[in-house]
């Protein structure tokens, strides 16, 4: 079984500030992890992804995070946030299957509020 | 890239009857599709998963006789709610497993149910 768990259930920043929204994950066997964004009333977009290779990734809108293998997370990070990146923020996990597709874990999502 | 049109967006519907969402792959073939529900201000729970061609597959605590999962070609998966009650109003969302380029999910726009 795989879990996720987001320590912060809201943060507010100002704006050109840098932001951590932070996630941990366990689970019994290697891991795909993700960061999606959703807008009000909207779908999922996807920010980053992390399959392997190199534990820093970089994704859209200025986004990365790391991969941290011995601490079980996988934090976002921007180093200056604008007001459109007001938005819910959720860590997924889905094992590393290889070509099958297993389920997506989600976290409990992020309220990311960004004021002027 | 790979995009999921969901429809609709939002219905209103009368307690008893039964409503149909759909999900599209538009560029892609789809053989797996995943189909979730939100609650306000909460995260996103599975609710099963469909492979073109066979049976959905769904999650512990949910009826199966009710939320009715149609897969029958590679870009097309349906979930019809049926005798709908105000109890299974919420926003529902499916994905789609990409298998072009990299290992990922694909996810439509959602779409809000209201019983009434």
């Known amino acids: 079984a795989q879990s996720v768990t987001q320590l912060d259930s809201q943060v507010p920043v100002f704006e050109e500030a840098p932001v951590e929204l932070r996630c941990n994950y366990s689970s019994s066997v290697s891991v795909y992890l993700f960061w999606y964004v959703q807008y009000p009333n909207q779908g999922l977009q996807l920010l980053l992804k992390?399959?392997?290779?190199?534990?820093l990734v970089k994704g859209i809108n200025g986004f990365e995070a790391e991969f941290n293998k011995s601490q079980t997370s996988f934090h976002l990070r921007k180093p200056s946030v604008h007001i459109s990146d007001t938005a819910e923020y959720f860590c997924?996990?889905?094992?590393?299957?290889?070509?099958?597709?297993?389920?997506?874990?989600f976290g409990q999502g992020t309220i990311l509020t960004v004021h002027p | 890239g790979a995009v999921v049109s969901q429809h609709p967006s939002w219905v209103i519907c009368k307690s008893g009857t039964s409503v149909k969402i759909e999900c599209r792959s538009l560029d892609f073939q789809a053989t797996t599709m995943f189909w979730y529900r939100q609650f306000p201000k909460q995260s996103l729970m599975l609710m099963a998963t469909?492979?073109?061609?066979?049976?959905?597959?769904?999650e512990q605590g949910v009826e199966k006789d009710k939320f009715l999962i149609n897969h029958a070609s590679l870009t097309l998966s349906t979930l019809t709610v049926t005798s709908a009650h105000p109890e299974d109003s919420s926003f529902y969302i499916c994905s789609a497993a990409t298998r072009q380029g990299s290992y990922g999910y694909t996810f439509g726009s959602g779409t809000r149910l209201t019983v009434v």
């Open positions: 997924a996990v889905s094992g590393g299957g290889g070509t099958s597709y297993g389920k997506l874990t």
């Open positions: 992390y399959l392997s290779g190199s534990t």
């Open positions: 469909s492979n073109e061609g066979s049976k959905a597959t769904y």
